[in-house]
């Protein structure tokens, strides 16, 4: 019942901000062929509607999102946005999994989009998937960078997650890295402006209090979950 309130609500606000919200692309190096998408958790949210577009420009998009009752909410999201989830289990049981996607994207204009740092963190620290993907399936990889004008950021959890308001400014950076092997991991931006997020306006901040200083984040770091995939 809880998921289901949820899943309602999350829906409902997207509605809102789909008429409401300004998508202003400042970097856009987003080729017309299938590509590989990578962005950071927190920005999951606004993700969706930022793939909304992509999917009209950049033909299909498949989104990978954990298999287990977390992914549920998220799958609904998704597809609420005419993307398409891909539920991958954690661990081991992902091996499988991976190689049928491998199979079954493989079309010139399949893309696929990744969550860089999910689906439990440490925050801004890339797991090996989407890099995985680029490299096996010789596709480029694109990593997306956000910047809101006011949000509200979720410091609590691990990844300070982002929640775009209505009427405000989502600036988007899009840059193309080419072809990514999986153990040459590029630094990537962790946009220190995004961090700059407030509540009503870029002058009032909400937001965790920890100030790391952190912009670049790169590297072969990880968990185990699947994100880590790199055999």
């Not at 606000?13 to 692309?25: A, E, F, G, H, N």
């Not at 931006?189 to 009503?200: D, E, L």
Request: proline share 4%; aromatic share 12%.
């Amino acid at each position: 019942m809880k998921g289901n309130m949820l899943q309602y609500l999350f829906q409902g606000y997207l509605k809102l901000l789909k008429r409401t919200m300004r998508i202003q692309w400042e970097e856009n190096e987003v080729g017309r062929e299938g590509q590989i998408f990578g962005f950071w958790h927190e920005d999951s949210f606004c993700m969706n509607l930022i793939l909304e577009e992509l999917a009209l420009s950049a033909g299909p998009v498949n989104v990978i999102v954990t298999a287990d009752r977390r992914g549920d909410y998220i799958q609904n999201m998704v597809e609420s946005c005419g993307g398409k989830a891909v539920r991958v289990p954690d661990g081991k049981a992902s091996y499988h999994t991976l190689k049928s996607i491998q199979k079954d994207l493989a079309k010139e204009e399949e893309s696929i989009a990744a969550a860089l740092d999910g689906p439990l963190g440490p925050r801004h620290e890339p797991k090996k998937l989407a890099f995985y993907f680029s490299e096996q399936m010789q596709k480029e990889f694109t990593g997306f960078t956000l910047e809101y004008s006011a949000c509200i950021r979720l410091w609590w959890r691990w990844d300070e997650y982002a929640i775009p308001l209505p009427f405000s400014r989502v600036s988007v950076f899009a840059h193309n890295y080419g072809v990514v092997r999986r153990k040459n991991i590029p630094p990537l931006p962790a946009s220190g402006r995004a961090r700059k997020c407030g509540f009503m306006s870029e002058a009032k901040v909400l937001y965790s209090g920890r100030n790391t200083g952190e912009y670049l984040a790169g590297g072969n770091h990880g968990s185990k979950s699947y994100l880590n995939c790199g055999r």
